[in-house]
Structures are given as C-alpha cells and as structure tokens.
C-alpha cells in the first residue's frame, strides 16, 4: 500500500503545482493517472489527536494513513471557520479574494439579504481536474458547502446529505465511505472523490 500511496500523492502534487503555473494539460497518460481522494474533517483539534501526540489512542486511522503518506505538523488556514476555508483550499485564494466570507446570508446596504456565494468566475482544483480528465465526485455532510452556495463546482456528482445531529455522524460517516467506495469501483476513468 505504501507504494501506491506516493505515486498517488506524487501525482496529485504533480498535477496541483501543474494548474497553477498554467493551463492544465489537455489530456491524462493513458497509462493511467491515479484515483485521488481527499478527506476533510472539520473542526477538528490537533491536540487531541494521537497523530499529533495526545496521549489516547484517538486517530489511529489517521496514523495509518500518516505511515502510507504525507502529513503536515504545522497547518493554517485562511478563515476561523468551514465555508471560507473550503473556498479557499478549493481555489487556493484568500477570502478576500475569492468572497465568501461569511455566514449563510449577508445583509446589504438595502436592508435586504443575499446569499454569500462561492463565485463561478473562480476556477477551484476540481475544475481543472475534470478539464484534465478526472472524473470528479463528492459527498458533503457540512450545511455550510450547499451547491446553492457554489461549492459543487467543477463536480460531475455532488452528493449533499448535509447532518441534522450528531446523532447520524456514524451513520453519515459510513455513507460517506460507501459513497468513496462505489465511486471509484464504478470508475472507468481517473476519478477524484472529494
């Protein structure tokens, strides 16, 4: 597993440091372009990670992963919470930048409300993905990432089931890796699951 676990790291950071010194390339290498897979866990405390040295046992999954891969000791975000700093990673622009900053709603000088939209003029990874060839898919539990409020760009399947409780977390998080699952076994193509 270790083995495949760089090459696919490796081409990931291939093709990420490829789309941002230019237009990405027009189509994949036949022989083949691995799945790609990201995980986001929000809200997350690094200190209480076992990953991070915090004395329970509390990430062993993660530390697996860790052997298999790369990990970052030292993280920062551009935003204090989900909806800005999804934008961000997704188009590598600071909040400023690429606008959404804050919550759901954002009243206007007006008096009335519109909605805080992740803006289609910015391309985000997952669209530079598909146009290299990737089929791309997701699914998102966070209420704060709605395709309404832009997040499902560049994405050939967005599957929202957003939580009501923390009651369906074990529940939603094995939709969510049945979801991973049955994509890339369904996949023809290189496919990038987010």
Not at 29 to 55: K, M, N, Q
Not at 164 to 186: K, N, P, Y
Request: charged share 20%; proline share 6%.
């Amino acid at each position: 597993m270790r083995g495949h676990f760089e090459a696919r790291m490796t081409a990931l950071s291939a093709l990420l440091a490829a789309s941002s010194c230019g237009p990405p390339p027009a189509s994949i290498d036949p022989e083949g372009p691995p799945h790609v897979v990201v995980v986001l866990i929000d809200t997350l405390r690094a200190d209480h990670t076992s990953l991070h040295g915090y004395e329970r046992r509390t990430t062993k999954h993660l530390e697996r992963i860790a052997e298999d891969g790369a990990w970052m000791r030292r993280h920062f975000v551009n935003a204090p919470w989900t909806k800005p700093s999804v934008a961000s990673i997704l188009t590598g622009l600071h909040p400023t930048a690429h606008g959404s900053r804050v919550g759901q709603f954002e009243e206007t000088q007006g008096g009335g409300t519109t909605v805080d939209i992740l803006d289609e003029a910015h391309d985000t990874f997952v669209e530079l993905l598909q146009r290299a060839g990737y089929r791309t898919a997701a699914h998102v539990t966070n209420i704060h990432l709605q395709p309404k409020w832009g997040y499902a760009q560049g994405y050939d399947d967005y599957e929202f089931v957003g939580r009501t409780s923390d009651d369906t977390a074990v529940d939603s998080d094995a939709a969510a890796m049945r979801f991973v699952v049955d994509t890339l076994d369904a996949a023809p193509t290189p496919t990038f699951v987010w």
